[in-house]
């Protein structure tokens, strides 16, 4: 088992920026490629971002990219996202995933979850 605790989230102003970060407890957290998703009213969980288990390869949603980065410490069980630049469309509940081994962008690949942290930017 691996527990997630989400973090960081907040009410910012467009243009503003965020930092989520996303503890982990349990099973070796370096032995899990983590990815970071969203979910806004009405709508799917979509993929945000996923980082391998290393941290050497990135992935990025192509409504994020050059805006959001996500990073991890393995030495501390904590991955981030850090979001510049946020537009309203950002806003959501976003979510922390662990997946073992190899990252992926399908949230159904992905075993261990977190509540949660919304997000929410005013124009």
């Known amino acids: 088992q691996v527990q997630l605790v989400e973090s960081g989230g907040g009410l910012v102003s467009a243009g503003d920026s965020l930092r989520l970060s996303c503890t982990a407890s349990?099973?070796?957290?370096?032995?899990?490629?983590m990815g970071w998703f969203r979910q806004a009213p009405g709508k799917e969980r979509d993929f945000v971002a996923a980082?391998?288990?290393?941290?050497?390869?990135?992935y990025y949603a192509d409504s994020v990219q050059g805006r959001f980065t996500i990073s991890r410490d393995n030495a501390k069980n904590t991955v981030y996202l850090q979001m510049n630049s946020l537009e309203p469309e950002d806003a959501a509940v976003y979510y922390c995933?662990?997946?073992?081994?190899?990252?992926?962008?399908?949230?159904?690949?992905?075993?261990?979850w977190g509540q949660g942290t919304q997000v929410t930017v005013s124009s």
């Open positions: 995933a662990a997946k073992f081994l190899v990252l992926a962008t399908r949230p159904e690949e992905y075993t261990y």
């Open positions: 349990g099973r070796a957290f370096s032995n899990y490629a």
């Open positions: 980082i391998s288990r290393a941290g050497r390869s990135t």
